[in-house]
């Protein structure tokens, strides 16, 4: 079964913070492998983006195929709310596709209005982790 997944670069977060990108970048990609950490071998051994120290943050199995048609279909469903960082114009990057820059106030704002609608009496400041900035760019892009 196919698997989403988010994965992060801290040599790429790195690179993102002093060219004034943002400190949250993270790639988006379906792997035709069950679990992510295939797909995170495969990133590492490709040196995507010109990185090689790719680290899983969160996979959930995937309801599509893995063409290259249902990778870009949940691309685009990512874009709706985030921003995909344009390859062709930083260089740096060698033409990776499916990173995204994660405003984390989109990533908050997404938590809260879900604690709200599962009837949360009490709705606490929600505390941003790279994990939870994953699993909302995961619930974004899944649909």
Known sequence: ???LYVARSRSLQGWAAEVGLTLNVYKLGLSAAPGGAAAIDALNAASFAGRSDWELMAE???DADTDTD?????IERA????TEIDPTYYPQIRRA???FKVKPANAENHFLVREAL???QQIKAV???PA?????LLRTAAG
Not at 132 to 136: G, M
């Open 97 to 99: 596709r499916g990173i």
């Open 60 to 62: 959930q199995p995937a």
């Open 127 to 129: 505390k941003l982790t």
């Open 1 to 3: 079964m196919p698997t």
């Open 132 to 136: 939870r900035i994953a699993t909302y």
């Open 70 to 74: 249902a990778e870009i279909a949940m």
């Open 118 to 120: 599962d009837g949360q």
């Open 79 to 82: 874009k709706r709310k985030e």
